[in-house]
């Protein structure tokens, strides 16, 4: 019988892991192809069925590609948003959610009732008014356009409420014996104790600015404002695609993102763990 107990295990653990391990590739093959069509010249781009390995690789689309279009400047624009919105959905998801999970006030269930039907209602339906909006308040062609609307998420909003829901009251109750004010006990005890809850709001923020196409292309008609998902697009033509810069751009504008991925993964799964978001 134990035997065939662990015999059961080892099959069930291959099972997982031939599951897991297709998965992991059907997520890395667009990537690959996209990496290798980069190193292609154009003639083989479109060969069909596709080579998997570039012959020869042409390291020279990434330089061609870097000069043909201000790519430099593209992600400049890309950084000054993304890390504007970090640090103001850092600042702001926080403070809003401590006060929904700690602060008892009038409608406090009603406010954050509210905030959570915002995650069901898209983007796309709200466009309008929005652009309505900035073109008012004279943001359009501007940071400031690209950078207000992203500066609170609903998402991280409910993200900290629940990570300071699990910070023990205990704490607090000791602090406040001690005499400390309500800022001192949310700046200096609480927030320290949901760090990783901090760096997956910080993680999620970054790829949700660093990837956000619909925002600017409504606010950024200068092209001295593009961001890379509007400035990739320019690759693509009517009548004629080259695929190689245009995937070489692809490639480039997701670097940072695996990079600050591969670099936090430890805090952003356990900041998912830790909030009750699995």
Known sequence: MVGSNSTLSRVSRGLYLLILTAGALVMVIPFFWSLSTSLKPLSEALVFPPRWIPHPFLWKNYVLTWKTVPMGQWFVNSAIVAVVVVIGNVVLDSMAGYALARIRFRGRSLVFFGIISMLMIPFQSIMLPV????????????????????????????????????????????????????????????????????????????????????????????????????????????????????????????????????????????????????
Not at 149 to 177: C, D, K, T, W, Y
Not at 244 to 267: D, E, G, K, N
């Open 131 to 278: 652009y309505i909006i900035l073109r008012a308040l004279g943001l359009i062609n501007s940071y400031a356009g690209m950078i207000l609307p992203q500066l609170v998420s609903a998402m991280g909003v409910f993200l900290m409420r629940q990570a300071f829901l699990n910070v023990p009251h205990e704490v607090e109750e000791s602090a406040i014996i001690d005499g400390a004010s309500r800022w001192r006990i949310f700046a200096q005890i609480s927030l320290p104790m949901v760090q990783p809850s901090l760096f997956t709001l910080a993680l999620m923020m970054f790829m949700g600015a660093w990837n956000n196409f619909l925002l600017p292309l409504l606010v950024a008609n200068n092209q001295n404002f593009w961001t890379l998902p509007l400035g990739v697009v320019m690759f693509q033509q009517q009548y004629y695609t080259n695929w190689p810069y245009l995937m070489a751009a692809a490639v480039m504008a997701t670097i940072p993102i695996a990079v600050l991925f591969l670099v936090f993964q430890r805090w952003f799964i356990q900041g998912i763990s830790t909030t009750g978001l699995k």
